[in-house]
């Protein structure tokens, strides 16, 4: 079992910028891949920005150039961060957190499969 542990997140002006934080522990030997998703009100859970275990990155097309996803692997923690540059009143959601199985790099992830963060909410104004 893998625990994760969300930070950052907040309220930020069109155009600014904000860096989310995931802390991994447990079972991190178990992890093909990390990732953030997002969910909007009315609207379904979706990739944001992924990353595997060796490095490779996928990004939603609406945040490629804007947003970064990046790793750092301690002895028991994977420490997972999400750069958001120039951001868009459309970004706003609930960013989650998760970890676990490769089908989270592809965008295919399920709420029943891997962990999932709490969740941290992001608001952009216009």
């Known amino acids: 079992q893998v625990q994760l542990v969300e930070s950052g997140g907040g309220l930020v002006q069109a155009g600014g910028s904000l860096r989310l934080s995931c802390a991994a522990s447990g079972s991190i030997f178990s992890i093909l891949a990390m990732g953030w998703y997002r969910q909007a009100p009315g609207k379904q859970r979706a990739l944001v920005a992924a990353v595997t275990a060796g490095g490779r990155t996928n990004y939603a097309d609406s945040v490629k150039g804007r947003f970064t996803i990046s790793r750092d692997n301690a002895k028991n923690t994977v420490y997972l961060y999400l750069q958001m540059n120039s951001l868009k009143p459309e970004d706003t959601a609930v960013y989650y957190c998760?970890?676990?199985?490769?089908?989270?790099?592809?965008?295919?992830?399920?709420?029943?499969?891997?962990?999932w963060g709490r969740g941290t909410q992001v608001t952009v104004s216009s």
């Open positions: 998760t970890a676990g199985p490769i089908t989270i790099f592809y965008g295919h992830a399920a709420p029943q499969e891997g962990s």
